[in-house]
């Protein structure tokens, strides 16, 4: 079956710095990617690619196979609307309640009636166990409410894959775990494809069915959790090395 997103060849630069470096990545139907790497791999410029804010200087990036490296703008924005995107803080309006919040997209892109929209604002909340939150304001709501939150507005177009930037960087245990509960949620109760940027070693662990270790914009190794674990590779291991031995 033909992958849900295939990257071949990728490169770019900006000036004399090459950030990222022939990049070969496929994430299949349904999957969870984890892409794994330190600060300044090349993680943030690979996710911008994938969403067509950024175009390659060489290289194609398939989406449900249609090439979009070289879209006009107008066809790319066709293409977004198969994106859902979780930012690392959530990126919540704080002037917003969380209805206002999660029905923008609605209000951008659709002409639905004020009730419609209300109703799919409030199954998307449930469906993430968020009850009678509506009114609430960003500022009342715990760190993981917010991502789930944010999650609901991800989806609330029906997206077909979702992008993680970063979900659990700055969170306590707790939160992490709850993130990490939300990301494999999701891919049951949406049906979807999911792309994870993170360099917590841990939670890619618990929720990727692929991981990716991006090193100096290069994927240096590429497979399921446990090839990656044993994999040999001296850069991968040393990434991984730190949090094995505390855990």
Known sequence: MEPKISIRGLKKRFGDNEVLKNIDLDVNEGEICVILGASGSGKSVLIKHIIGLLRPDEGSIFVRGIDISRMEEKEMNEIRKSFGMVFQNSALFDSMTVYENVAFPLIEHTRLKESEIREKVREKLNILGLYDIEDKYPAELSGGMKKRVGLARAVILNPEIILYD??????????????NEM???ARQKFNVTSIVISHDIGSAFMIADKIAFLYNGVIIEQGPPQYIKEAKDENLQRFLHTWFRKA
């Open 166 to 179: 970063e979900p659990t960087t700055g969170l306590d245990p707790i939160t992490t775990m709850t993130v």
């Open 183 to 185: 990301i494999l949620d």
